[in-house]
């Protein structure tokens, strides 16, 4: 869908970016420097601006997707903070709006059929990391992973601890056995 690539567009993010400002959005990517042993280390490439480094960033974390059987696009966007979140989908969606508006206006239509239908919202709670399921899942696999290695290393188990177990699996008489102490 054509409306779906003019929304992920570079220059759509940039607006965006350059509205909420780039270290609003990530403040780790102030494009401070790190420090003498950093800069060494670094070489003497020259580092992306800030602006670059959260339009990359930004453009990683957004997800566009057109709703199966029909006109509806879903934007969302991952962030550390769902306030955050909600304010860059909230401002890509105004910005697209407002492109729209100026590429297809007409004087019968203002914004030729595209309206904004939901308000974004702020999650009541994080979508990721979802601890308690983690748990379960690492108890779970953590239960039969064990159980799992030790029937197999029992299985592979092929020492000798009897005397039955010598002659029968060297078909030859035992003379003599060495028992162990209990003390």
């Known amino acids: 869908n054509s409306e779906i690539e003019i929304i992920k567009n570079r220059s759509l993010a940039q607006e965006v970016v350059e509205a909420i400002g780039p270290a609003t959005i990530y403040p ?3 494009g401070k420097e790190k420090g003498i042993i950093a800069s060494f280390f670094s070489g003497s490439k020259e580092q992306p601006s800030p602006l670059e480094k959260t339009l990359l960033k930004l453009q990683k974390n957004l997800d566009v997707q057109g709703i199966k059987k029909s006109n509806i696009i879903q934007i969302s966007f991952n962030h550390t903070s769902p306030k955050m979140a909600a304010a860059v989908v909230d401002m890509l969606a105004r910005r697209y709006l407002d492109k729209h508006a100026k590429v297809y206006k007409t004087d019968s239509q203002r914004n030729a059929g595209v ?3 939901e308000p974004t919202l702020i999650p009541l709670k994080p979508l990721r990391p979802r601890v308690f399921l983690n748990l379960i899942l690492g108890f779970v696999l953590g239960a039969f992973g064990g159980v799992g290695l030790a029937l197999f290393l029992n299985y592979m188990d ?8 010598v ?3 060297l078909d030859v008489p035992v ?6 102490d209990k003390k």
């Open 115 to 117: 309206y904004l239908i």
């Open 28 to 30: 780790e990517l102030d």
């Open 158 to 165: 092929d020492s000798l601890e009897t005397v039955e177990d």
């Open 167 to 169: 002659e029968a699996a």
């Open 175 to 180: 003379l003599a056995s060495v028992s162990l």
